[in-house]
């Protein structure tokens, strides 16, 4: 099973960036015609069901694949808030919030912590020419130990989306290239964290992480306005 231990590391970077605000908590308005949800603090974030996906955190499905991942992410000072896993395959996701965040942010807020993930990544190889750049580090036996930041987009105001390339293993010890998107979503006056882990075969797989990524996030955006 794939893994990607910096991209779950990087959520370390929240804990300490603001001081917890002492807030009197009033019940938020629950969310209407939604069939799944969770709560961070009194908000209600609508889960949306996504076709061709299970979401083994709501159902409580078993899979032994990803009991590794789920436990370092939680192991992390996060709270895990869905982890879909496709049904062919095993490409995964997960949205989660970072226990030492979970109050309310303001928009002035989250700005300073999306340029605060900007900063650390800067420190991280970045490509602009990704197509000829990607086919020569994956030719190279030597790939970099540290990962790669290969993209940089938002979909929106509330969304920041790096998509970063990492050298792990499998089960069996092999290398291989994980391509892992990182989004740091503003929802409802929150900040929640979403990676989808993907392996990466060839520049294809850049575009349809893309879309896949892109469609979770509208998804999530749409049914929590």
Known sequence: MKQTIMLFAITLLFQGCFEPKQEI??????IKNCSNSAFIEQTEICIPNLKGFTNIYEN???DTRFSHIISLLSSQKNEILAF??????????????????????????YKIMAETMGNYLKHIDFMEDVTEKIDNLLDDVAFPDIPVVIKQYSLNENVVTYFILEKTNNPDNEDIITLTSLNLIHIKSKMVLFNYVVNYIDHNTINTLSQKNDYVISRLLNENE
């Open 84 to 109: 879909y896993v496709e049904n062919q395959g095993d490409d995964y996701s997960a949205l989660y919030v970072n226990k030492t965040v979970k109050r309310d942010i303001s928009n002035s807020e």
């Open 60 to 62: 409580d499905v078993a």
């Open 25 to 30: 908590m009033m019940p938020k308005n629950e």
